[in-house]
C-alpha cells in the first residue's frame, strides 16, 4: 500500500480528489482501486521538548545555561496524539510512503520527522505541489521524485529549528532569570529572527522622535519659450553651498541669486531625447503582494497570508509562500485558458504576449504566485480573498499587456556670463499607457519623475533662452514614516540597505533577508503579542518595554551582535547553503551553540542590567540567589528568590522571615524558633518548626535540608525530605 502524507487536511482531499475520491476513513482517505491511502498533518504534529526536559528538578536554573541536548527529544502536540497513532498505524501496512509537505524546507521537516519518531525506514517519495488544481496534482504526481534528493533540504529546516530553540529559547531564559533577579517582572523574549526585526523598529521610532525640522530652500527660473509657452529649470545647487544633509539653508542667498538671474541670458549645454518602455510588473512573491495589500488595502502581512492560504487551499491561486517571481515556461501555454476562464481576455490583454516573466532556468523551488484558472464557484471566500484575489488577477492580466512606452528629455542650462551656474529641466511623456492605463499607483510613480516643467520642446546646444522670472521654493524636511506591514517586510527582505559595512552589504545584496516568506507575518504578529510592538492604524511602533529591551542589548558588546539584522541574515545565508550542500548541518550547529553560550554568559551578568534602576536582596535561604519583591494577590509585600524559590516576608523593604519557616506559636509577639537537634551534614544546630497543616519538623538553615522527627524518639532527626520537594516549598 502507497501512503501519501499530506501537510494538513485540505491538501489530502485535493490530492484524494485527483487520484479518483476515495472513501474517507478516520484521518485518512482510502483509495483501494490503485492501493493508496492519503492522510495528513495539523502542520508539526511533533514539537520539540523544551529546555526544562533536559535538566534535573524541572526547572531551569541559571547555572544550567545553555541548555544544550545531547540529542533532541520530540513529543506529539497537545491534541495531535490521536492523528500521530493513525499515521503509525497506517505506517504498518504501508509498503511506500510519499511526503506531500508543503513545497518548501518546513514542509519538507513536518513530514520527514514523523518517520523516524515512529520508526519508518522503508522506500520514501516525494510530491512536490505547486497547485492544488487536479491537473497540476496530476502532473506533480507524474513527476515524484526520491525523498533522499531533498535530505539536504531536510537539514536546512531541522538547523532551522534547532538554531531558534538553542538561540532564543536560552537566550530567554538567561535574559528573564536575570531580569527577574532585578525585579523587573514577567517573562522576556530574544529571538533569532524576532529580536533584529524589533530593533529595525526601535530604530526607525527612534529617528523619528529625534526629527527635528530644517527650513531649507529652493530656486526655479522660469525661461521664454519661442513657443511660447515658458520652460521651468531647477537651480543645481554647487556643493559648497549645501549642508552636510546635501540641502540649502541659507534664504536671503538665494532670494538674491534669484532677483539677479531675472533678465540674464541661458544657453543650453545639453540637451537628450530618449525613448524608453516599461514591462508590468513581475508577478507576487508573497512579501511583495504582503506589501501591495498593505499599501491597497490596509491589510496585515498576516491577514494577507491567511487570504493567499485561503486562495491557494480554494484551488484559485497556487502555492502562497514563495520568494521567487519568475514562471515556468510550460505554463505558458495555459495562460489563455486562465484568462478566458477569469474573464481577463479584455481591454489590451493578449494571451500570445510573453513578459520577461516566463523563464523556467530562473524559477527556484516556487515560482510566482498567479491565478491557477480553476473558478471560484462554490468557493467560500471572506472579504480579505476576495480582495487579495483581485490583486493577483490584476497582476496576472497585466502580464499580456503592451508595456508603457515613454519619452524623457532632459536640458542643462548655463548663464552666458558664468557657465559654473547651471540650471536642469526635465519632462517624462507617455507615448503608449499599456499596462499602466489602468493602474492608478502605476501612473502616481510617473507623477514622482516628473519635474515641475511641462514637456520639453527640441532644443539645440548653444540655444539661448531669457530668464523672465524667478521663483524661492521654502521646503521643510520631514520626518521618515513609521513602519508599516508591508514597509517592514519590504525593509526585512533588503537588509543589505540598512548596512553600513560595504563588504557586507555587497555580500547580503542578493541573497540575504530577516526571516522568510513563509515567517515574516508570523514574526511581526509574535513582536505584538509579546507587547514588544503596537499596531496604531497601520502603523508598527515598539512599546516602551520593546525599546528597552534593545537598549539593554546595545549596551554589552557580548549581547549587541543579536540586535543586529546582518547577523541573522548571515545565518539565513547559511540555511540556504545547507540546502545546496555548501555548509553541513553539524558545523552550522556547532557555531550556534558556541553563540548560545556566550550569548547567555553576557545576559547572565550582573552588570547587563544597571542595578541602581531596580532593588534587590540577598536570598537568605540558598545565599548565592538574589531575592526580588512582589506583591501578593491579597496586596500584600512579599521577597521570592529566583532560584531556590523561598518566599520571605517583607521586612522594611528587605526579605524578612521565610514563610515555611515562620514558629507556629501563638501571641502577638514572635519568638525565635527553638533549637532542634545537630545537622548530621555540619553539624551545627537545626531549628524546631511546623508545616502549615501544624506538622513538627526540622531544618537546617546553613544546609537548606529538613528532616520530619524521629519515630521513636521525636527530639532526633527521623526522615530527610526528598531535595526536590524541599525546593519547591512543598
Same mark, same amino acid.
Given at each position: 500500500m502507497r501512503l501519501i502524507i499530506?501537510?494538513?487536511?485540505?491538501?489530502?482531499?485535493?490530492?484524494?480528489?485527483?487520484?479518483?475520491?476515495?472513501?474517507?476513513?478516520?484521518?485518512?482517505f482510502d483509495l483501494p482501486s490503485i492501493n493508496t491511502k492519503v492522510?495528513?498533518?495539523?502542520?508539526?504534529?511533533?514539537?520539540?521538548?523544551?529546555?526544562?526536559?533536559?535538566?534535573?528538578?524541572?526547572?531551569?536554573?541559571?547555572?544550567?545555561?545553555?541548555?544544550?541536548p545531547a540529542v533532541f527529544k520530540l513529543s506529539p502536540r497537545p491534541k495531535a496524539a490521536d492523528q500521530?497513532?493513525? #499515521? %503509525?498505524?497506517?505506517?504498518?501496512? $504501508?509498503?511506500?510512503?510519499?511526503? &506531500?509537505?508543503?513545497?518548501? =524546507?518546513?514542509?519538507? /521537516?513536518?513530514?520527514?520527522?514523523?518517520?523516524?519518531?515512529?520508526?519508518?525506514?522503508?522506500?520514501?517519495?516525494?510530491?512536490?505541489?505547486?497547485?492544488?488544481?487536479?491537473?497540476?496534482?496530476?502532473?506533480?504526481?507524474?513527476? #515524484? %521524485?526520491?525523498?533522499?534528493?531533498? $535530505?539536504?533540504?531536510?537539514?536546512? &529546516?531541522?538547523?532551522?529549528? =534547532?538554531?531558534?530553540? /538553542?538561540?532564543?529559547?536560552?537566550?530567554?531564559?538567561?535574559?528573564?532569570?536575570?531580569?527577574?533577579?532585578?525585579?523587573?517582572?514577567?517573562a522576556w523574549s530574544i529571538g533569532r529572527v524576532q529580536t533584529p526585526t524589533l530593533a529595525l523598529i526601535v530604530d526607525r521610532d527612534a529617528v523619528i522622535k529625534n526629527f527635528t525640522k530644517q527650513d531649507h530652500y529652493l530656486l526655479d527660473i522660469a525661461l521664454s519659450s519661442p513657443s511660447g509657452e515658458d520652460i521651468v529649470a531647477s537651480w543645481v545647487i554647487p556643493e559648497d553651498y549645501l549642508n552636510e544633509d546635501g540641502l540649502l539653508l541659507d534664504q536671503s542667498l538665494t532670494q538674491s541669486f534669484g532677483l539677479d538671474l531675472i533678465g540674464s541670458n541661458l544657453a543650453v549645454s545639453e540637451f537628450t531625447c530618449k525613448p524608453g518602455t516599461r514591462s508590468a510588473p513581475m508577478p507576487f512573491t508573497l512579501g511583495a503582494l504582503q506589501t501591495a495589500a498593505s499599501n491597497l488595502l490596509g491589510l496585515s502581512a498576516a491577514q494577507t497570508l491567511t487570504a493567499a492560504q485561503t486562495l491557494y487551499e480554494a484551488k484559485l491561486t497556487t502555492y502562497p509562500r514563495t520568494d521567487c517571481a519568475y514562471l515556468p515556461e510550460e505554463m505558458f501555454s495555459k495562460a489563455n485558458q486562465v484568462l478566458t476562464n477569469l474573464g481577463l481576455t479584455g481591454d489590451g490583454v493578449d494571451s500570445k504576449r510573453q513578459h520577461a516573466a516566463w523563464n523556467t532556468q530562473k524559477v527556484e523551488a516556487h515560482h510566482g504566485i498567479i491565478p491557477t484558472g480553476v473558478l471560484s464557484e462554490g468557493a467560500v471566500l471572506d472579504s480579505n480573498a476576495v480582495r487579495v484575489f483581485e490583486i493577483i488577477k490584476k497582476s496576472f492580466a497585466q502580464l499580456f499587456m503592451a508595456p508603457e512606452s515613454f519619452e524623457v528629455r532632459q536640458a542643462k542650462f548655463v548663464l552666458s556670463q558664468d557657465s559654473s551656474k547651471e540650471f536642469a529641466a526635465q519632462s517624462r511623456?507617455?507615448?503608449?499607457?499599456?499596462?499602466?492605463?489602468?493602474?492608478?499607483?502605476?501612473?502616481?510613480?510617473?507623477?514622482?519623475?516628473?519635474?515641475?516643467?511641462?514637456?520639453?520642446?527640441?532644443?539645440?546646444?548653444?540655444?539661448?533662452?531669457?530668464?523672465?522670472?524667478?521663483?524661492?521654493?521654502?521646503?521643510?524636511?520631514?520626518?521618515?514614516?513609521?513602519?508599516?506591514?508591508?514597509?517592514?517586510i519590504s525593509a526585512m527582505k533588503s537588509v543589505h540597505k540598512l548596512i553600513d559595512d560595504p563588504r557586507l552589504k555587497a555580500r547580503l545584496k542578493e541573497t540575504s533577508g530577516l526571516g522568510t516568506e513563509a515567517t515574516r507575518a508570523a514574526m511581526l504578529e509574535a513582536l505584538i503579542d509579546k507587547g514588544y510592538v503596537d499596531r496604531k492604524g497601520r502603523n508598527l511602533i515598539a512599546t516602551a518595554k520593546g525599546a528597552q529591551l534593545i537598549g539593554w542589548l546595545r549596551k554589552d558588546d557580548g549581547t549587541a551582535i543579536f540586535a543586529q539584522a546582518a547577523t541573522?541574515?548571515?545565518?539565513?545565508?547559511?540555511?540556504?547553503?545547507?540546502?545546496?550542500?555548501?555548509?553541513?548541518?553539524?558545523?552550522?550547529?556547532?557555531?550556534v551553540k558556541q553563540s548560545a553560550t556566550s550569548l547567555c554568559a553576557a545576559l547572565l551578568k550582573a552588570s547587563f542590567i544597571d542595578p541602581s534602576t531596580v532593588i534587590f536582596s540577598t536570598c537568605p535561604a540558598c545565599l548565592g540567589a538574589r531575592c526580588v519583591p512582589r506583591i501578593s494577590k491579597a496586596g500584600n509585600a512579599y521577597h521570592a528568590c529566583t532560584e531556590c524559590q523561598a518566599r520571605f516576608a517583607d521586612d522594611s523593604g528587605k526579605p524578612g522571615k521565610r514563610f515555611e519557616d515562620s514558629p507556629q506559636l501563638s501571641g502577638a509577639k514572635s519568638k525565635p524558633a527553638p533549637k532542634g537537634p545537630v545537622c548530621s551534614e555540619c553539624n551545627k544546630p537545626t531549628i524546631s518548626l511546623k508545616t502549615k497543616s501544624d506538622k513538627p519538623y526540622f531544618r537546617c538553615m546553613a544546609c537548606q535540608i529538613s528532616w520530619w522527627p524521629g519515630y521513636k524518639n521525636s527530639k532526633l532527626l527521623g526522615t530527610k525530605w526528598p531535595i526536590r520537594e524541599e525546593a519547591t516549598g512543598q
Open positions: 499530506a501537510e494538513k487536511p485540505s491538501v489530502a482531499t485535493a490530492i484524494a480528489d485527483a487520484l479518483g475520491g476515495g472513501k474517507k476513513g478516520p484521518g485518512y492522510t495528513w498533518c495539523y502542520g508539526h504534529l511533533l514539537e520539540q521538548e523544551q529546555p526544562e526536559y533536559y535538566v534535573e528538578g524541572g526547572r531551569v536554573l541559571s547555572s544550567h545555561l545553555p541548555v544544550i500521530v497513532k493513525i #499515521i %503509525k498505524s497506517l505506517l504498518k501496512e $504501508a509498503s511506500e510512503v510519499v511526503n &506531500a509537505g508543503d513545497a518548501d =524546507r518546513e514542509g519538507q /521537516l513536518l513530514v520527514d520527522e514523523l518517520f523516524p519518531f515512529l520508526g519508518w525506514t522503508g522506500k520514501t517519495s516525494r510530491l512536490w505541489l505547486s497547485s492544488l488544481d487536479s491537473e497540476s496534482v496530476k502532473l506533480a504526481l507524474a513527476k #515524484i %521524485k526520491q525523498n533522499s534528493e531533498y $535530505a539536504r533540504l531536510y537539514d536546512s &529546516a531541522l538547523a532551522r529549528q =534547532r538554531a531558534d530553540w /538553542l538561540i532564543s529559547l536560552n537566550a530567554s531564559i538567561a535574559l528573564s532569570r536575570n531580569l527577574q533577579a532585578m525585579g523587573e517582572v514577567g511623456q507617455v507615448l503608449v499607457a499599456g499596462w499602466t492605463g489602468n493602474d492608478q499607483s502605476a501612473q502616481a510613480e510617473d507623477e514622482t519623475f516628473s519635474s515641475s516643467s511641462k514637456y520639453l520642446p527640441n532644443l539645440e546646444k548653444g540655444q539661448v533662452f531669457i530668464c523672465n522670472k524667478a521663483e524661492v521654493l521654502s521646503k521643510e524636511t520631514s520626518p521618515l514614516k513609521h513602519y508599516t506591514d508591508g514597509t517592514l541573522t541574515a548571515l545565518q539565513e545565508d547559511s540555511l540556504a547553503d545547507i540546502a545546496i550542500g555548501r555548509l553541513t548541518l553539524d558545523s552550522f550547529l556547532e557555531s
